[in-house]
């Protein structure tokens, strides 16, 4: 017989023989004893009785003692195993819910470990109260709780779905604690007994569960992920993607590759930006929209950057050795990054390993970056910019840096995203953008270069508005050190310039 059955069986044993209900029966016990036995029988009856009534905790506990007692006994181990079989055997379906909940540390740290733990009960009690009375609902880390629904016929994807909303409006209902009101988030993982062979142990159901968790977890405080085969392929994917990247790391398969910044009135050469590329042994040239996230989970962005500002520099010097003139190069750095402490110093100390004048470096933060920016990344840049590097906004229009942000930051270039670029030659709207952006470069003396530009209209519309710098595939597309070389060589050797540069 099944582990939780054996169980309900002895709760419904107590349950009929335990409790005030009982003393109905008995004066007609007693009379039975006495009719069958005589007095005899009815003395023994009558001593037996309370304390065969004792011994199975007859008094003193009520049914609800009973309940919470047959419940706090069950583990998610039985639950889980019993579940399944029972679904099996029955065609049915069962269902884990694996919630990860955000904001207990909050309370604990402003209101005491208490309160901590009295808001850890009360979701425990809103998700229970949310389920039926036959599932079940287990805290098993300080903030990931298991619920199991029991085996029905009626647990299909949409309904899974809705119990989601129903868990999540459960846990992320203010709570009232200590007079103060808190919030929580929580990211769900759900596992379908639908989506399993017949043989899955509960072991695999649970963790398969886990791992869908994982996956809404990382894609916001308060999303939910379904299990599928799909969803376990992909971030087997991407764990075997981090762990590529982390050899490609050592082994020097992280390239940068660079493409020129021009002067949209002469086309002279005005710097070089670093974009990584994975030089793949067997895929060759991979972009960063294929690595950077796997990068930033696997904790690694500051060896890119350090990976990264190491190449762009040395390619930097050995331009300057080959007598080709690239006044700057440009550098990425993310917000990871900008929070380390001893990022000045390092950058500082490459500059002078190679004999290099920091005004010879910029420093790129990504618009987004900047509206967020705190103490730390503050400080960084403001002693970036003290050694003499420029430091430019990057993809500007995309985010929401304010004015205030602009003027706060010691920013010198804004790189105004292809997003306003792209079709600011046919279309108006477009260009009333691109001018109203550079009529506020201009108001705070910052200067303007446009990424992304691909057509000569487009830069046409750029000469006649006064943006300075632009770069994109109408002048080059990224690339290698080596390749990068030979490019300005060419250029630089030619005895005229190419005709859009020469556009008037």
């Given at each position: 017989?099944?582990?939780?059955?054996i169980?309900?069986?002895?709760?419904?044993?107590?349950?009929?023989?335990?409790?005030?209900?009982?003393?109905?029966?008995?004066?007609?016990?007693c009379?039975?004893?006495?009719?069958t036995?005589?007095?005899?029988v009815?003395?023994a009856?009558a001593?037996?009785?309370?304390?065969?009534?004792?011994?199975?905790?007859g008094?003193?506990?009520?049914?609800?003692?009973t309940?919470?007692?047959?419940?706090?006994?069950?583990?998610?181990?039985?639950?889980?195993?019993?579940f399944?079989?029972?679904?099996?055997?029955n065609?049915?379906?069962?269902a884990?819910?694996?919630?990860?909940?955000?904001?207990?540390?909050?309370?604990?740290?402003?209101?005491g470990?208490?309160?901590?733990?009295?808001?850890?009960?009360?979701?425990?009690?809103?998700?229970?109260?949310?389920l039926r009375?036959?599932?079940?609902?287990?805290?098993?880390?300080?903030?990931r709780?298991?619920?199991?629904v029991?085996?029905g016929f009626?647990?299909?994807?949409?309904?899974l779905?809705?119990?989601?909303?129903r868990?999540r409006?459960?846990?992320?209902?203010?709570?009232?604690?200590?007079?103060?009101?808190?919030?929580?988030?929580?990211?769900?993982?759900?596992?379908?007994?639908?989506?399993?062979?017949?043989?899955t142990?509960?072991?695999?159901?649970?963790a398969?569960?886990?791992?869908?968790?994982?996956?809404?977890?990382?894609?916001?405080?308060?999303?939910?992920r379904?299990?599928?085969?799909?969803?376990?392929?992909?971030?087997q994917?991407?764990?075997?993607?981090?762990?590529?990247?982390?050899?490609?790391?050592e082994?020097?398969e992280?390239?940068?590759?660079?493409q020129?910044?021009?002067?949209?009135?002469t086309?002279e050469?005005v710097?070089?930006?670093a974009?990584?590329r994975?030089?793949?042994?067997?895929?060759?040239?991979?972009?960063?929209?294929?690595?950077?996230?796997?990068?930033?989970?696997?904790?690694?962005?500051?060896?890119?950057?350090k990976?990264?500002?190491?190449?762009?520099?040395?390619?930097?010097?050995?331009?300057?050795?080959?007598g080709a003139?690239?006044?700057?190069?440009?550098?990425?750095?993310?917000?990871i990054?900008?929070?380390?402490?001893?990022?000045?110093?390092h950058?500082k100390?490459?500059?002078?390993?190679?004999?290099?004048?920091?005004?010879r470096?910029?420093?790129?933060?990504?618009?987004?970056v900047?509206s967020?920016?705190?103490?730390?990344?503050?400080?960084?840049?403001?002693?970036?910019a003290?050694?003499?590097?420029?430091?430019?906004?990057?993809?500007?229009?995309?985010g929401?840096?304010?004015?205030?942000?602009?003027?706060?930051?010691?920013i010198k270039?804004?790189?105004?995203?292809?997003?306003?670029?792209?079709?600011?030659d046919?279309?108006?709207?477009?260009?009333?953008?691109?001018?109203?952006?550079?009529?506020?470069?201009?108001?705070?003396?910052?200067?303007?270069?446009?990424?992304?530009?691909?057509?000569?209209?487009?830069?046409?519309v750029?000469?006649?508005a006064?943006?300075?710098?632009?770069?994109?595939?109408?002048?080059?597309r990224?690339?290698?050190?080596?390749?990068?070389e030979?490019?300005?060589?060419?250029?630089?050797?030619?005895?005229?310039?190419?005709?859009?540069?020469?556009?008037?």
């Open positions: 017989m099944r582990t939780i059955e169980k309900q069986a002895r709760h419904q044993l107590r349950h009929v023989l335990a409790g005030t209900h009982m003393l109905a029966f008995l004066p007609a016990l009379l039975a004893a006495y009719w036995g005589g007095e005899i009815l003395v009856f001593l037996f009785v309370p304390l065969f009534y004792a011994a199975i905790g008094f003193g506990r009520s049914l609800q003692d309940d919470m007692a047959s419940v706090a006994v069950l583990t998610p181990a039985d639950v889980s195993q019993d399944l079989e029972i679904a099996r055997h065609g049915q379906t069962t884990c819910f694996q919630l990860g909940v955000t904001g207990f540390e909050d309370v604990s740290r402003t209101l470990d208490e309160a901590g733990r009295e808001a850890r009960a009360l979701v425990k009690e809103r998700l229970q109260s949310a009375s036959g599932d079940h609902v287990f805290q098993i880390e300080d903030n709780f298991l619920a199991f029991s085996p009626r647990l299909k994807l949409d309904g779905l809705d119990l989601s909303k868990l409006s459960a846990v992320e209902e203010p709570l009232s604690l200590s007079g103060t009101t808190q919030f929580l988030s929580v990211a769900i993982g759900v596992a379908s007994s639908l989506n399993f062979a017949r043989n142990t509960a072991e695999t159901w649970i398969s569960a886990a791992q869908a968790l994982a996956e809404a977890a990382s894609n916001g405080p308060s999303a939910t379904v299990w599928s085969d799909k969803l376990s392929q992909n971030r994917a991407r764990r075997a993607l981090r762990e590529d990247l982390s050899r490609a790391l082994n020097g992280i390239q940068a590759y660079f020129p910044q021009v002067s949209v009135r086309g050469i710097g070089m930006e974009l990584a994975w030089d793949h042994p067997k895929r060759g040239c991979v972009g960063p929209s294929e690595f950077l996230r796997a990068i930033q989970d696997s904790g690694q962005m500051e060896v890119l950057g990976t990264m500002l190491a190449q762009s520099l040395s390619a930097l010097r050995r331009w300057d050795d080959a003139h690239v006044p700057t190069v440009s550098v990425n750095y993310s917000d990054e900008l929070r380390n402490p001893n990022l000045p110093d950058i100390w490459e500059l002078d390993r190679l004999d290099l004048p920091s005004n470096l910029a420093i790129e933060v990504l618009e987004s900047a967020a920016a705190d103490d730390i990344i503050h400080r960084n840049l403001e002693r970036i003290t050694l003499g590097c420029r430091i430019d906004l990057d993809d500007f229009g995309t929401n840096a304010s004015v205030t942000a602009l003027r706060h930051l010691p270039w804004i790189k105004i995203d292809q997003s306003i670029i792209k079709d600011a046919t279309q108006m709207d477009q260009k009333r953008m691109l001018h109203a952006v550079l009529a506020m470069s201009e108001q705070l003396k910052l200067e303007t270069l446009a990424e992304g530009v691909e057509h000569v209209g487009e830069h046409g750029l000469r006649d006064g943006c300075q710098y632009a770069q994109g595939y109408l002048f080059a990224p690339m290698s050190v080596t390749d990068c030979d490019w300005l060589r060419a250029e630089q050797h030619k005895e005229t310039a190419p005709q859009i540069r020469r556009i008037q």
